[in-house]
């Protein structure tokens, strides 16, 4: 079969981290840049035929705060730790009430544009960034979570298909939660130790971290691309593999930063030989500092997948997409 390129992103803005990013001056203009980099992001992978998911928080899918109370689920996460729960945030933070006086909580005008650019697809996050991993929470506020976000996708018209979990807590029990609520493929961990979420959100080791780090770099862990037969069915529901993250530019990193870009176009080249796939991923905010130097990269990148295209007949499929690739192939 052909390779495939794919590119799944974490679009969160301020919920990927609010209990532990305040939002200062400093932090609205890193979002604010992310915003205003929507649009040329959108223009990149239009250019280069590139297919995205857009995993999108369903917080997010909203223009005020009367929608968000509207389509919010009555049960909700019961956290161990307060801090972890965006309602906890929102009763005791609070947020502004519409898009255009809260920018960094709110993003219909975005996710507008981003539903109505071809092989663009709205995918989901949850709705209000669940930990599937933390003490407290239970499948049956997931499930209140999962239906949430399919009811706020209405309004652009979508039923999502594709589920990324935050903060990469995948959790297997989670699964069959996600085939009832419409979920048919999600994006599983690579399988490396290091990217192991089973700590849950706030209890990370800084060794594990480091190794993930060190592992954009150099060679440390496994092969990240894979055959078809590598892309699981559990509970109904398709596990695709990450393959790599893209890490943001870092001024102190000096050459690091092109060896990043040289290893995962390297990696890139294997797949499209092997004719297999390869699933690169990040977050947008992650763009918000170092916007020039990390929208070089991504175009030397998406330049490469080009070339891949017309050298090898790679091809760029979203999650969704490649779901539709899977099902007919379907053996349980």
């Not at 599983?188 to 849950?200: E, Q, Y």
Request: charged residues 25%; glycine residues 6%; neutral net charge.
């Amino acid at each position: 079969m052909k390779s495939v390129f794919t590119i799944s992103l974490d679009f969160e803005l301020h919920w990927g981290g609010f209990e532990k990013w305040p939002l200062d001056e400093a932090k609205k203009q890193y979002f604010l840049n992310t915003r205003k980099l929507i649009p040329q992001l959108l223009g990149l992978f239009e250019q280069h035929e590139v297919h995205v998911s857009w995993a999108t928080v369903g917080l997010l899918m909203h223009h005020n705060k009367t929608e968000i109370e509207e389509n919010s689920p009555e049960l909700k996460p019961n956290y161990a730790q307060e801090a972890l729960s965006a309602y906890h945030f929102m009763q005791n933070t609070g947020i502004g009430e519409n898009e255009k006086e809260d920018p960094f909580h709110y993003a219909d005008s975005l996710i507008g544009e981003i539903v109505k650019r071809k092989g663009q697809e709205l995918s989901s996050h949850s709705f209000a960034h669940y930990y599937c991993n933390e003490a407290g929470q239970s499948t049956e506020q997931f499930d209140a979570d999962s239906k949430a976000i399919q009811k706020a996708a209405q309004k652009y018209g979508k039923s999502l298909k594709s589920l990324v979990f935050p903060r990469n807590q995948f959790n297997a029990a989670y699964l069959k939660v996600c085939k009832d609520n419409g979920i048919g493929i999600i994006r599983s961990n690579p399988v490396d130790w290091w990217w192991n979420t089973a700590d849950g959100a706030l209890n990370e080791s800084k060794w594990k971290r480091l190794n993930r780090g060190l592992d954009a770099y150099f060679n440390i862990g496994g092969k990240t691309s894979y055959g078809i037969d590598a892309i699981k069915k559990q509970e109904g529901v398709y596990l695709l593999p990450a393959s790599r993250l893209l890490r943001p530019y870092n001024p102190k990193e000096s050459f690091l930063n092109q060896k990043k870009i040289n290893r995962i176009k390297k990696e890139m080249t294997l797949a499209a030989q092997n004719g297999e796939f390869y699933h690169l991923w990040w977050h947008p905010h992650n763009f918000g500092n170092h916007s020039e130097e990390n929208m070089a990269g991504l175009k030397e990148i998406l330049s490469h997948y080009s070339f891949l295209q017309k050298e090898y007949g790679m091809e760029s499929l979203n999650m969704g997409e490649i779901l539709e690739l899977l099902q007919p192939k379907a053996v349980d």
